[in-house]
């Protein structure tokens, strides 16, 4: 069974500061890894994707990816309140057949 | 670019009843993938359909089949419906290619079944 796995959470930060967000995934030969946010009641809206160790910044946001150690993270800098969702980490292991976590609930307060 | 679009967004049915769902893909991708979300098992794969061909399939009962037309939008049908088939049930597209596999969702189609 490939797993995905992530704190539930809720993980509350304040406005301004860096949210953390991490994801273990159970399959090394995972090739690509993704990050959707999904507001309550929405679908999933890709915020970032990483395919090679190392980090990849796309604005407030950075996706560091870890394949010795199974790991991904999405930081996200100067967290505002319209940030507060779900956030989902999904890996590719084969074929276009997407694996995701049970999501992460971040909370930024005002 | 539009994006992916689905119908119906509700949809109320009984047991034991069939529904299908329809899902229109990103202009250009060919791949259509199909997912269940429910609070309990969270986002769940279904099948993925590329080129008209069911190319990879979820652990899944045979009542939810689906199938892709050669303008690839694509369809997903459950028969004999079951309480637990009540959920969210999103569709997503892309490329299909070896690194060009990111996937974009639809709104999905909010299934409740009575």
């Known amino acids: 069974q490939k797993e995905v796995e992530q704190n539930s959470g809720p993980l509350s930060v304040p406005e301004g500061a860096i949210a953390s967000l991490n994801c273990t995934y159970s399959?090394?030969?995972?090739?690509?890894f993704f990050w959707y946010r999904q507001y309550s009641g929405k679908s999933p809206e890709l915020i970032m994707f990483?395919?090679?160790?190392g980090d990849k910044e796309d604005g407030r946001f950075t996706a560091q990816l870890n394949k010795a150690s199974q790991y991904v993270s999405l930081l996200i800098r100067d967290s505002q309140p319209s940030d507060s969702a779900t956030y989902l980490c999904?890996?590719?292991?084969?074929?276009?057949?997407?694996?995701f976590g049970g999501g992460t609930r971040l909370m930024v307060k005002p | 670019k539009a994006g992916v679009t689905q119908t119906p967004r509700y949809l109320i049915k009984t047991r034991g009843q069939q529904v299908t769902l329809s899902c229109s893909p990103i202009?250009?991708?060919?791949?259509v993938s199909w997912y269940q979300q429910t609070p309990g098992q969270g986002l769940q794969f279904l099948f993925e359909?590329?080129?008209?061909?069911?190319?990879n399939k979820g652990n899944f009962p045979g009542r939810f089949s689906g199938r892709q037309f050669s303008n690839s939008r694509s369809e997903m049908n459950v028969s004999t419906l079951e309480l637990g088939d009540s959920a969210l049930y999103l569709c997503?597209?892309?490329?299909?290619?070896?690194?060009?596999?990111?996937?974009?969702f639809g709104p999905g189609t909010r299934l409740l079944v009575l």
């Open positions: 997503a597209s892309s490329r299909g290619h070896p690194d060009q596999e990111t996937q974009y």
């Open positions: 399959d090394r030969g995972s090739q690509s």
């Open positions: 990483i395919y090679s160790n």
């Open positions: 999904a890996v590719n292991n084969a074929g276009n057949m997407l694996t």
């Open positions: 202009s250009g991708h060919r791949s």
């Open positions: 359909y590329f080129s008209e061909t069911q190319r």
